[in-house]
């Protein structure tokens, strides 16, 4: 049974970072790919990035562009989201997901969500 476990959210002003993480256990994910959503209050769950555990696919949201950076530890099976020069527009909850095979941006496309870490941005 895959399970992610998000950590890292927390309080910010505008202008500040965190960094979250999202731990996966149970199975192998070589072959996954893995991604980072979030979602505000009243609005749809949209892509910010993500990754395939082998290598060589990253995809970015253009509002996250240039600002996050997402990364993976293969010996800790974890998965990182660095968000630098944060918004307001930036608050959400932030899901970890995955999925066996090619990297998408849809979340109808993954398979595994982790709980969310709550994001908030102070202006």
């Known amino acids: 049974q895959v399970q992610l476990v998000e950590s890292g959210g927390g309080l910010v002003q505008a202008g500040g970072s965190l960094r979250l993480s999202c731990a996966a256990s149970g199975r192998t994910f070589i072959t996954y790919a893995m991604g980072w959503f979030r979602q505000a209050p009243g609005k749809e769950r949209e892509f910010v990035s993500a990754i395939r555990w082998s290598g060589g696919s990253i995809s970015y949201a253009d509002s996250v562009k240039g600002r996050f950076t997402i990364s993976r530890d293969n010996a800790k099976n974890t998965v990182y989201l660095q968000m630098n020069s944060l918004k307001p527009e930036d608050t959400a909850v932030y899901l970890c997901?995955?999925?066996?095979?090619?990297?998408?941006?849809?979340?109808?496309?993954?398979?595994?969500w982790g709980q969310g870490a709550q994001v908030t941005v102070s202006s």
């Open positions: 997901a995955a999925r066996d095979g090619t990297l998408y941006t849809s979340p109808a496309r993954y398979d595994y």
